[in-house]
């Protein structure tokens, strides 16, 4: 449990699954666990070992926001294995998404943010291991949450076969920027037309790198109002958004994976629709 008035939605989870379970009666599927070998494919083991002992150091904890418990590993370990999972899915069907993950701001060896471990770099890493031809098989990340996805860019700077893309605001959180391979810093009060003409473009450079697979970090906190996100995107911004990543991904025909990111709009009903509509949407472009 968290502190009472904490910051991070956790109430939302349920609302989304409810909605989808609702929407596509037997499409959900129960993520699986992620194992210790495959999170150390991209943690420190001393810090893999810190997160699970609770052994971190309080400064450490102060900068992931939550207060560590046993159901903070467990739930940190299923986000992992839902993106996982998602990933089996997408590589034998074409699209998959997990509705939780897209923890961006968990670095190798440490994380913050409300960012245990980076599922999608983890997933990144297992495809390659599982999945692709080999370790240096060609991956996109795309990140539309409104943070920039700092752990994620810090995690593959030196790898140039993962391209790491982040739009995010220019003036928000993390005050410290990392280097993605491609950087889209966007001004407070953006609204649908300035971002969707950004992403547009930034696009053409996830395509440019030819990826085999696909990842995408649908965070939410964009949407105007949200408490964290300082944007103006619409609902139907967001949908449009979604769009064209679903676009790219059959356009290039390559396995498409979706996680779920930030959302913390005052009215969380506002944040659980505009989550919903991602899902929604990724049904809807690829069935
Ligand atoms: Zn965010």
């Not at 997933?123 to 390659?128: G, L, T, Y």
């Not at 030196?158 to 001004?187: I, M, Q, W």
């Not at 009060?189 to 696909?214: M, S």
């Amino acid at each position: 449990m968290l502190p009472k008035g904490h910051k991070f939605p956790l109430g939302k989870y349920d609302c989304i699954h409810a909605n989808l379970e609702r929407e596509f009666p037997g499409r959900m599927q129960l993520g699986g666990r992620a194992s210790e070998e495959d999170v150390r494919l991209v943690h420190d083991r001393a810090y893999v070992e810190a997160v699970k002992d609770g052994a971190l150091a309080e400064a450490a904890v102060r900068r992931l926001g939550f207060p560590w418990s046993d159901m903070l590993v467990t739930r940190a370990i299923r986000s992992v294995g839902g993106t996982l999972t998602a990933l089996a899915w997408a590589m034998e069907h074409g699209a998959s998404g997990h509705i939780a993950g897209g923890t961006h701001h968990a670095f190798a060896d440490r994380g913050e943010g409300f960012c245990v471990f980076n599922d999608i770099a983890v997933a990144v890493q297992v495809a390659r291991r599982d999945h692709l031809a080999s370790g240096h098989s060609r991956v996109a990340i795309i990140d539309l949450d409104v943070h920039q996805g700092n752990g994620t860019a810090a995690i593959f700077a030196s790898d140039p076969s993962v391209f790491t893309l982040s739009l995010h605001g220019a003036r928000n959180y993390p005050f410290h920027k990392e280097e993605s391979s491609l950087d889209v810093g966007l001004p407070d009060g953006c609204e649908d037309a300035t971002y969707l003409a950004a992403l547009d473009d930034a696009l053409e450079h996830v395509a440019a790198h030819k990826p085999e697979v696909l990842f995408y970090q649908a965070g939410v906190d964009s949407l105007r109002g949200d408490r964290l996100g300082r944007m103006a995107l619409s609902h139907d911004g967001l949908r449009a958004r979604d769009a064209r990543v679903f676009a790219l991904a059959k356009r290039l025909a390559v396995p498409l994976v979706v996680t779920l990111g930030g959302g913390y709009h005052r009215d969380v009903d506002q944040s659980i629709s505009a989550h919903t509509n991602v899902y929604r949407g990724l049904v809807g472009a690829f069935g």
